[in-house]
C-alpha cells in the first residue's frame, strides 16, 4: 500500500449536441408519433354544413390510416365499405378540387359518405340515390337529393360519395365532380365527437 490515489476511471467524452438532438428527439419521440400518423390515425376537424345532421363544423372525427394502407399492400379488402363516412381530396381534374390559400392554391380535404364502391352502379332519380338498380335506404338523411343524375358505374378503385345534407348547394359531392379514386382518399372516419354546430361552408 503506497498511499497514492487510485487512478480516476476514463470519462466517456461528451456526445455533439446533434447526436443528442437526433436520438432524443428524431428517434425517441418524432419518429413514433410520425408512424401513428401516418400508418395509424390522426385527427380531423370538421369544417362546413355538408354531412349535416350527422356532422357539424367544430365535431372531431378519428380518422383511420391503416385501413388504406392494408388494402394498398393487399392485405385487407374491407375497405371502403358502404355508408362509411370517408377523408379525401377531389378528384384533381375539377374545379371543385381547389381552394384559394395563404401561400395558393391548394387542395383540401372533404369528408362525406360513401355510397358506391368498386364495380357498383350509382344513379339520382326522383330525388332518390338508385344504388345497383335499387333505391338506396338513407337513414342518415332526411333531405331527398336534389337533382337526377345518369347513372355510373364505379371501375377499380374508385368510389361515390355524397353529402348527408342534400339541401341544393350545401353539399359538393359526386354529383359535381364524379367518382372519387381511392389514392386520394386518407381512410375512414366513422368515430366522432360532437362538439360543434351547423356550419356556413358546404
Known sequence: MTGEPSPAPPTTPARPWWVRLWREWLLGAALPVWLVVTFGFTFARVDGNSMNPTLHTGDVAVLLKYPRWLRAWGLWDGYPRRGDIVVFRAPASSEYAYQ?????RY????????????????????????????????????????????????????????????????????????????????????????????????
Open 107 to 202: 387542395r383540401p380535404y372533404n369528408i362525406k359518405r360513401v355510397i358506391g364502391v368498386p364495380g357498383d352502379s350509382v344513379g339520382i332519380r326522383d330525388g332518390h340515390v338508385v344504388l345497383n338498380g335499387r333505391p338506396l335506404t338513407e337513414p342518415y338523411t332526411a333531405v331527398s337529393t336534389d337533382r337526377p343524375e345518369q347513372t355510373v358505374r364505379l371501375g377499380p378503385g374508385q368510389i361515390y360519395v355524397l353529402g348527408d345534407n342534400r339541401i341544393v348547394g350545401e353539399s359538393v359531392d359526386s354529383r359535381y365532380y364524379g367518382p372519387v379514386s381511392l389514392a386520394d382518399v386518407a381512410g375512414p372516419a366513422n368515430l366522432h365527437v360532437g362538439l360543434g354546430q351547423a356550419g356556413e361552408s358546404p
Open 100 to 104: 384559394d390559400g395563404p401561400l395558393g
